[in-house]
């Protein structure tokens, strides 16, 4: 059993309410146009809305994704009201920019303690 670094604390790991209404935004994004993200985006949306405090784990890979989506702001439809984009639809499932700030100094936190 994997247990996470006491670097950050279970209430640092909990997404914030900015967070929380990013990822439930995407969610109605993605129910509205029927497009948007993956089952992974979606899945990662239903666990941010909810609350659910993030591992490790999910901090690497959130902050892995956000780095490699970042280009897709750059994307035409990139917060059109009546047609988003999908990335803009997925970047929303995955905590949108509150997330992003959220998670970047966590995981250099986690890389000064060599995870």
């Given at each position: 059993m994997?247990i996470?670094?006491?670097a950050?604390?279970?209430?640092?790991?909990?997404?914030?309410d900015?967070v929380?209404?990013?990822a439930?935004?995407?969610i109605?994004?993605?129910?509205e146009?029927?497009?948007?993200?993956t089952?992974v985006g979606?899945e990662?949306a239903?666990?941010?809305?909810s609350g659910?405090?993030v591992?490790?784990r999910d901090?690497?890979?959130m902050?892995?994704?956000?780095?490699?989506?970042?280009v897709?702001k750059r994307?035409k439809?990139?917060?059109?009201?009546?047609?988003p984009?999908?990335?803009?639809i997925?970047?929303?499932?995955?905590?949108?920019?509150?997330?992003q700030a959220w998670i970047?100094?966590l995981?250099q936190?986690?890389?000064a303690?060599g995870?």
């Amino acid at each position: 059993m994997f247990i996470d670094h006491p670097a950050i604390s279970d209430e640092e790991r909990t997404p914030t309410d900015a967070v929380i209404e990013a990822a439930n935004y995407g969610i109605a994004l993605r129910r509205e146009h029927g497009r948007g993200g993956t089952e992974v985006g979606l899945e990662r949306a239903r666990r941010l809305s909810s609350g659910e405090r993030v591992s490790d784990r999910d901090i690497k890979v959130m902050n892995a994704w956000f780095a490699r989506h970042a280009v897709d702001k750059r994307g035409k439809f990139w917060g059109h009201p009546s047609k988003p984009s999908a990335g803009y639809i997925a970047w929303h499932l995955w905590g949108g920019d509150a997330a992003q700030a959220w998670i970047a100094p966590l995981r250099q936190r986690l890389k000064a303690v060599g995870i």
